[in-house]
């Protein structure tokens, strides 16, 4: 079984930064896709980034500029370094991973990590 543990969310003051990450434990043959997406509330879970094993990178047209995802397979870990952080950027931030296991693709979520940003 796959689990997704994220870390690194918290309380900034706009114009400030965090970094997130997300740890996969688990027995799998590989990571074919990373990725962050958030929820506000009273809002429907949006993409913020992704990241393929080939490491070509989407991110959402609110956050370019301001927000870089990395990833590291052997490691299993996915980050998402947050700068110029905006009130609007709070929400509970979920790490993603398409994981490749014996029984095919599975799509993985962790529990999610609070991000709140204070104007």
Same mark, same amino acid.
């Given at each position: 079984?796959?689990?997704?543990?994220?870390?690194? =969310?918290?309380?900034? &003051? @706009?114009? +400030?930064?965090? *970094?997130?990450?997300? !740890?996969?434990?688990?027995?799998?043959? %590989?990571?074919?896709?990373? =990725?962050?997406?958030? &929820? @506000?509330? +009273?809002?429907? *879970?949006?993409?913020? !980034?992704?990241?393929?094993?080939?490491? %070509?990178?989407?991110?959402?047209?609110?956050?370019?500029?301001?927000?870089?995802?990395?990833?590291?397979?052997?490691?299993?870990?996915?980050?998402?370094?947050?700068?110029?952080?905006?009130?609007?950027?709070?929400?509970?931030?979920?790490?993603?991973?398409?994981?490749?296991?014996?029984?095919?693709?599975?799509?993985?979520?962790?529990?999610?990590?609070?991000?709140?940003?204070?104007?």
């Amino acid at each position: 079984q796959v689990q997704l543990v994220e870390s690194g =969310g918290g309380l900034v &003051q @706009a114009g +400030g930064s965090l *970094r997130l990450s997300c !740890a996969a434990s688990g027995s799998f043959f %590989s990571i074919d896709a990373m =990725g962050w997406y958030r &929820q @506000a509330p +009273g809002k429907q *879970r949006e993409l913020v !980034a992704t990241i393929t094993r080939g490491s %070509s990178t989407r991110y959402a047209d609110s956050v370019k500029g301001r927000f870089t995802i990395s990833g590291d397979n052997a490691k299993k870990m996915v980050y998402l370094q947050m700068n110029n952080l905006k009130p609007e950027d709070t929400a509970v931030y979920y790490c993603n991973m398409i994981i490749l296991r014996g029984g095919g693709r599975s799509d993985n979520w962790g529990q999610g990590t609070q991000v709140t940003v204070s104007s």
